[in-house]
């Protein structure tokens, strides 16, 4: 937890950063980009140690902390300005981290993290069994990723009307 503190108090100006950190605040200086950053710190910090998801709001919550603030930090890397483009950036993040979930359910529940959320999961399944029963970690990971198509479905959906090219500076 130690670096994450003191990045968090290098992009927030409350010690003096490192020259990388120092160049980082320059390309992040817009507040919603350092508030992006924020919310990936405190992503990465939640995935320190077990996990469990409570429910389906949580589980959005965390995708955007460490997939849809990505979306956001990579338009202010590209120089996207058009405000357009943001939600389809933060929508395409979350997708991302919810297949990524999908796809290693077995393997994190070995960890001790489970996000699949409480609010869908059969009360009698255990997850720590997960690690032994690959039909159920298979069976709840397709309800996350029906979710999950939900948003790329959107995606494709609001993408036809986009123009081709997104306006950069």
Same mark, same amino acid.
Not at 102 to 114: F, N, Q, S, T
């Given at each position: 937890?130690?670096?994450?503190?003191?990045?968090?108090?290098?992009?927030?100006?409350?010690?003096?950063?490192?020259?990388?950190?120092?160049?980082?605040?320059?390309?992040?200086?817009?507040?919603?980009?350092?508030?992006?950053?924020?919310?990936?710190?405190?992503?990465?910090?939640?995935?320190?140690?077990?996990?469990?998801?409570?429910?389906?709001?949580?589980?959005?919550?965390?995708?955007?902390?460490?997939?849809?603030?990505?979306?956001?930090?990579?338009?202010?890397?590209?120089?996207?300005?058009?405000?357009?483009?943001?939600?389809?950036?933060?929508?395409?993040?979350?997708?991302?981290?919810?297949?990524?979930?999908?796809?290693?359910?077995?393997?994190?529940?070995?960890?001790?993290?489970?996000?699949?959320?409480?609010?869908?999961?059969?009360?009698?399944?255990?997850?720590?069994? !997960?690690?032994?029963?690959? !039909?159920?970690?298979?069976?709840?990971? $397709?309800?996350? $990723?029906?979710?999950?198509?939900?948003? !790329?479905?959107?995606?494709?959906?609001?993408?036809?009307?986009?123009?081709?090219?997104?306006?950069?500076?």
């Amino acid at each position: 937890h130690t670096e994450l503190a003191r990045l968090r108090a290098e992009l927030q100006g409350a010690s003096a950063p490192r020259p990388i950190v120092a160049g980082v605040r320059r390309l992040l200086a817009d507040p919603l980009h350092l508030a992006a950053a924020e919310a990936l710190l405190a992503g990465v910090e939640s995935d320190i140690g077990p996990v469990v998801v409570a429910d389906t709001d949580a589980l959005v919550r965390y995708a955007y902390a460490v997939a849809g603030s990505v979306g956001v930090l990579m338009c202010a890397v590209l120089g996207v300005r058009d405000p357009v483009a943001l939600p389809f950036a933060i929508d395409l993040g979350i997708a991302m981290q919810l297949t990524n979930i999908c796809r290693d359910v077995k393997e994190d529940a070995a960890l001790g993290r489970v996000y699949l959320p409480g609010d869908v999961l059969v009360p009698a399944i255990d997850p720590t069994a !997960w690690t032994a029963t690959g !039909w159920a970690a298979v069976s709840l990971g $397709m309800v996350v $990723m029906s979710y999950a198509m939900n948003l !790329w479905r959107g995606q494709n959906e609001l993408l036809r009307p986009a123009p081709r090219r997104v306006t950069t500076h």
